[in-house]
């Protein structure tokens, strides 16, 4: 296997394995420059924010950041805040009540969500989907859905709108979301089993009977290639190899865990745990991007109208009771932990990765934009303008990191229209886009 006869597309397979590589010297032709891939990544968290002890009080360059962002502090110059971007069609318009359905559906799309909990739902292709359809043909996902909720379909969730609109972020079509997945196993399954289906029942059963690791299966492999590649991508791949099991042996523990107590019993590989749940979701979607699975993800952290609590940091109360504090200042408190809480996860994806290297010794990071936000600004109020938006990584596509960036009360879309272009997508329109950003 020659340098020039290794394809980009090259995968370690065994009995139901099939691994995605990470993008080596070795894949390159001697005489040309790597080419990296530019990955698109979305994440959302909901109920908004405490927006004076989260957002930086000065425009420009990022310095000291206000509470909720401190955990964010190391890594000022790779993210920006961007302020005055608006979801106009998050508010009722008409429709009455259903904030939180809409701040949910409109997120990624800028859409106006028919009122409906039957089948006759309506929103419009979100901005994930646009970009998978142009950049989604070279990998083996065409994009990556990721949530820490169960699936909701149907049934009637928020004043009378459908809990499909509350429960997806990402839309293929006006009417159809792209369910996304809750279960490390079966996300894991996903990306590094034989199938692109969701779950490889009958593979995975059988690696599980022999307790063998999925690497196991591909070991003839990894020696065929490491034998046939220079040191530094010998490390590479070790190192790739290595987080691939790691994030294997976690979920395992998690489900040992859960089987010691059958009576709290959960879905084979959902932690128990929040954060470990949160924290083993952003290690796939480093991982799909790392080894080039897919180039376009969306997580939903939790849906928005959620009223999950959070003991671990000393907030019992359900988060979205507590977003309607009437200027409370114990409730404002306890939102301002949950919202640092979610800052955390955040600079753990932004740390994961920046320390992956890609193949001329930048960072992952550089090659990714990843948009982070809600679609509430203030919880109590239900306001949909002046969202909380960060925009991570971009610097080898020339974006500009480190600011606190004020757009003046445009459509959010306006962004996505820009990052679509950054990206190499010709796009004329999302949702309620009037124009294009290109100064990020």
Known sequence: MTRSLISRRSMLRGLGVALSLP??????????????????????????????QWRPGKMGSLGKLPESLSPLQNYTRDFQVLSGLNHAKAYSNGDGGGDHARANATFLTGCQARKTAGKDIEIGISVDQIAANALGNDTKLRSLELSCDGNRRSGKCDS?????????LS?????????????????????FGQSSTPFDRKNQLKRKALNKSILDFAIDDVYSMQNKLGRDDQEKL???LTSVRELERRIEKDERK?????????????????????????????????????????FLLAHDGSNRSFHEIGVPEGHHSLSHHRNDEEKIKKLARI????????????????????????????????VSGSGISDGNQHRHSDLPVLLAGGKA????????????????????????????????QVGDSTGLITDF
């Open 23 to 52: 993008s080596l010297h070795s894949f390159a032709r001697p005489s040309a420059s790597p080419t990296i891939p530019f990955r698109l990544g979305f994440t959302y968290i909901p109920n908004g924010v405490i927006m004076d």
């Open 160 to 168: 009378g709108y459908s809990c499909a609109y509350q429960y997806n």
């Open 171 to 191: 839309w293929k079509t006006k009417s159809l979301p792209m369910v996304p997945e809750s279960n490390p196993r079966l996300v894991f399954e996903r990306l």
């Open 238 to 240: 070790s190192e790739y």
């Open 258 to 298: 859960e089987e010691t107590f059958p009576v709290m019993q959960s879905p084979d590989g959902i932690p128990g745990d929040y954060e470990t749940h949160l924290r083993m979701m952003f290690d796939m979607m480093a991982l799909a991007y790392q080894s080039d699975s897919t180039r376009v993800g969306s």
């Open 339 to 370: 919202d640092k809480f979610y800052s955390e996860q955040f600079a753990y994806f932004v740390e994961k990765l920046s320390t992956i290297k890609e193949v001329d010794g930048s960072r992952l990071l550089d090659h990714c934009l990843i």
């Open 397 to 428: 596509h020339g974006v500009r990191p480190g600011r606190h960036v004020d757009y003046h009360g445009v459509p959010m879309t306006n962004l996505y229209l820009g990052i679509l272009e950054r990206s190499g997508v010709q796009a004329s």
